[in-house]
């Protein structure tokens, strides 16, 4: 059954990158599967834990290939890599994020574990990035690189919140928005 379950996954998160999480369906998903409507519940016993579980591969999917596509260039480069990938991401699945957004920040949305989670896991990835920038001579030696994780993230959440919330914003909007602040911090660090 655990092999259906990821046969089920991996089903819906193509669905899902195709039409978001509107074209998540779990009773087509289980006959394309081979399950009957009663075994696909046992997997997933309603619409939201097959939700959470598609959207949060389908995050940690883009959060892990964003880092394996780093450019081998400058923290700069590197941290505006990591912003176009994401704002991508989240401007892609736009009303999704939305969802997943305020059931993360809302009292008992059921959503806070997956996305703290991944916020987090970025927030970390982003501190050791600049650790190795500034082993590397990238960033002076006396540089708070922990700081400056904190404030790059804090951008990054300015740009996500201007992406989700217009749906004229593009994904490069929010880049444009954010670059100037992420540029005058690596300034500030060099």
């Not at 059954?1 to 819906?12: E, F, G, H, P, S």
């Not at 009957?36 to 940690?60: H, K, M, N, T």
């Not at 951008?155 to 928005?177: C, I, V």
Request: proline content about 3%; hydrophobic content about 45%; overall charge negative.
């Amino acid at each position: 059954m655990a092999d259906k379950r990821v046969q089920m996954l991996a089903a819906a998160c193509i669905q899902f990158h195709n039409a978001d999480l509107d074209g998540v369906s779990l009773e087509p998903l289980a006959r394309q599967v081979g399950l009957s409507d009663g075994q696909a519940r046992e997997l997933f016993p309603d619409r939201e834990s097959l939700e959470r579980a598609v959207y949060e591969r389908a995050l940690i999917t883009m959060a892990t290939d964003s880092f394996a596509s780093l450019p081998d260039d400058s923290i700069g480069d590197q941290l505006t890599h990591l912003l176009r990938e994401r704002f991508t991401f989240f401007v892609r699945h736009r009303l999704s994020s939305r969802k997943i957004l305020l059931g993360a920040i809302s009292a008992g949305g059921g959503w806070r574990d997956p996305f703290e989670d991944q916020f987090w896991r970025f927030s970390v990835q982003v501190v050791a990035l600049l650790e190795a920038a500034k082993r590397q001579g990238d960033i002076r030696p006396d540089a708070d690189h922990a700081l400056a994780a904190r404030a790059f993230v804090s951008y990054y959440l300015t740009g996500l919140l201007l992406a989700l919330r217009n749906e004229k914003t593009t994904a490069q909007d929010a880049l444009d928005f954010t670059l100037p602040l992420v540029d005058a911090l690596i300034d500030s660090l060099s």
